[in-house]
């Protein structure tokens, strides 16, 4: 009963604060600060961070129903949101009692806003070649080199940078936070994006960048480990982001099929524009069911729940993408024009079948799961 | 320095006890449509929320607790077990506790303001509150009675159409200013009282994440018709339930004179 208030409160928010503005923070490249300082006032900027410093102390079941309700309001909203709780939630769970202290009371209201740099110019799918150096200083590190289409890279306070401390390879990777302003920290060009224009994606530049190695979280070395575990949330929250996207675009398509009229009937008498609607909402529902049991997988700490996590993402990246490009075909010439919606969730969709670990990393990670099953029962 | 202990007196460390009544009804977004007996409605699988002049009527309380005008505010809601959603509501945007008092599925659709108040009225025998919120009217029936009726049963001073409640000027009674036809006007109350609110009183707030947990834990207590000894019986029956007639075409009129014209033509002028 509770998650049905909490769906609900998500949705009202959406439908009062977020939805009216969703063309207009498209248009005109608007990051919406002020709503998310809204939206983390009602618990949204920390939902599955412990109470103790002001998270919600709430599921990725929870979370999951929270990004889609937003996402049917503003898909890149909704995915930054969800990519600040990602962030906030790898300094809960890892940090020390002074980082937690420190961080959380300024990331749960979102007065502090955080980017998670892992990808760079040189390694995407590749994430453990990453070659972004910490040189140990004393009691610094100097970081150089250099990272790739950093979501809110810019605008935001706090970035959890993963960065090579040790040796090749993953186990010399150290995942270090680097506050705005710091010395040696630098940003490139706003990217131009086919969509997500309401979040600026820049690259992040090291130069001599000192950071405190107090700083740095969990022991070097746990970088890419921790920077993974981020992962698994993130990719079941960006796949509550596809679910928001399709979910509003069947509905658009539905009230458009039975408004608009050819050849004397309604286009929803149409069998076979009647058969995209109950395909379209296959795909969706059975996205949903997917990408929920991947939130309690991690909710109940089930080891195989990365595998989970990465079906869902897979699944529903690429249905939800699909169910927004047959909506945007079921509006026939209108659904190009940018005055209506589906062209603006398919633009914001689309990336989430690349980010978070591209759907071909996806089959990868499932593959090695099933294959490394054989001989189970 | 020392306080009065009087129901009355606003100074009071202990404040006011609200009670504030809540209606679960057909949201307001739904396309309401008639069911084909014409009996009624179609409600079953429609989505429902608390009526939006009851959720301002809860905000209200809230915020007279915030400025220490209230001491405890309790929410009350007449209906089916669904209801307790509602009231969950009404706790998660700081309502302290909640009374449901729940109608049997045949009752409910014959249940009408009079009943409604006569409930109201016996719980109000032993909670005893100083303050009866309602909304002014439910969306669903738009009927503007059960407050009427509620402080009429109660022999209580009533304030009806709220756009504003605060302490008057000798802080021993509630200055109500009320939303009538030739504009606003400004009454003294004494409590015990009802109000009910009207649109411009407040602009309630959203529940929290961190409020919706608590309310679970708050006291939702369940009551019947028959343990508060009021009689449901139906006083109307409802005959039928049309939609309204389609709206006809108009005609377009080239002048004034031809205006005139036609509203003779009408009988609507001499």
């Known amino acids: 009963a509770e998650k049905r208030q909490i769906q609900e409160l998500a949705f009202t928010f959406t439908q009062n604060e977020v939805a009216p503005h969703m063309q207009k923070w498209d248009a005109e490249h608007i990051f919406p600060v002020e709503m998310f300082t809204k939206a983390a006032a009602l618990g949204f900027g920390a939902i599955y961070c412990k109470e103790e410093h002001g998270g919600s102390g709430l599921s990725r079941l929870d979370a999951s129903l929270i990004f889609e309700a937003i996402a049917t309001g503003c898909v890149t909203s909704s995915a930054y949101l969800s990519i600040h709780n990602m962030c906030a939630w790898m300094i809960d769970s890892t940090g020390t009692e002074e980082q937690r202290a420190k961080w959380l009371p300024q990331l749960a209201p979102m007065s502090r806003l955080a980017s998670y740099c892992l990808t760079e110019p040189g390694s995407g799918s590749d994430a453990a070649a990453l070659k972004t150096t910490a040189k ?37 990777i150290s995942c270090v936070m680097v506050e705005k302003d710091t010395p040696g920290l630098s940003f490139g060009k706003i990217e131009r994006k086919l969509g997500w224009n309401a979040q600026p994606t820049r690259e992040v530049v090291f130069e001599n960048c000192r950071v405190p190695k107090s700083n740095r979280l969990g022991p070097e070395g746990s970088g890419f480990g921790l920077a993974m575990r981020g992962l698994n949330g993130g990719r079941v929250n960006i796949a509550s982001c596809s679910l928001g996207a399709a979910h509003a675009s069947l509905l658009a398509a539905r009230e458009y099929m039975a408004v608009r009229k050819q050849f004397g009937k309604q286009l929803a008498e149409f069998q076979a524009l009647q058969f995209q609607l109950a395909e379209m909402a296959a795909q969706l529902v059975s996205s949903r069911l997917l990408v929920r049991q991947a939130a309690q997988s991690l909710d109940s700490g089930d080891p195989g729940a990365p595998a989970v996590c990465a079906l869902a993402k897979l699944h529903a990246t690429e249905q939800c993408f699909d169910v927004c490009n047959r909506a945007l075909q079921l509006f026939g010439g209108y659904g190009y024009l940018l005055d209506f919606p589906v062209q603006q969730y398919l633009r914001d969709s689309r990336v989430n079948c690349i980010l978070e670990g591209t759907n071909q990393v996806m089959r990868m990670l499932v593959a090695r799961d099933i294959i490394g099953r054989l001989g189970d029962a | ?252 009129v080239e002048s004034v004179e031809d205006l005139v014209g036609k509203l003779r033509e009408k009988g609507l002028v001499k």
Request: with cysteine; proline share 6%; aromatic share 4%.
């Open chain 1, 136 to 172: 140990s200083d004393g009691n610094y590190y100097v970081l150089n080199g250099s990272k790739a289409f950093i979501s809110g890279a810019g605008a935001t306070d706090l970035y959890l940078v993963m960065c090579r401390t040790g040796a090749d390879g993953p186990k010399g």
């Open chain 2, 1 to 252: 320095y020392i306080h009065i202990i009087n129901k009355a007196d606003m100074a009071a460390s202990k404040g006011l006890k609200i009670l504030v009544g809540c209606k679960r009804v057909i949201d307001y977004a739904v396309k309401v449509r008639v069911k084909p007996d014409r009996s009624g409605v179609v409600t079953e699988g429609v989505k429902h929320s608390m009526n939006p002049f009851d959720e301002i009527a809860v905000e209200e309380a809230v915020r007279m607790k915030e400025k220490k005008l209230a001491g405890e505010a309790v929410a009350i809601s007449v209906g089916p077990p669904q209801s307790q959603e509602t009231l969950r509501t009404a706790l998660a945007m700081g309502i302290d506790r909640a009374i449901h008092v729940e109608i049997p599925l045949a009752q409910l659709e014959k249940l009408q303001p009079i009943h409604v108040s006569k409930l109201l009225a016996k719980v109000c025998e032993s909670e005893k509150p100083d303050l009866v919120i309602l909304g002014k009217q439910a969306i669903d029936d738009d009927c503007n009675q059960t407050g009427q009726m509620l402080a009429a049963l109660l022999d209580w001073p009533q304030a009806t159409f709220a756009s504003k409640i605060e302490p008057s000027q000798d802080s021993k009674q509630l200055r109500v200013t009320r939303e009538v036809d030739g504009g606003l006007e400004t009454i003294d109350v004494s409590v015990p009282a009802v109000v009910t609110s009207d649109l411009r009183l407040n602009e309630p707030r959203y529940a929290t994440l961190p409020n919706i947990m608590k309310a679970k834990k708050k006291p939702l207590a369940k009551m019947s018709p028959d343990q508060l000894g009021v009689d449901l019986q139906p006083r109307q029956e409802v005959i039928s339930v049309e939609d309204p007639p389609v709206r006809k075409a108009g005609a377009k």
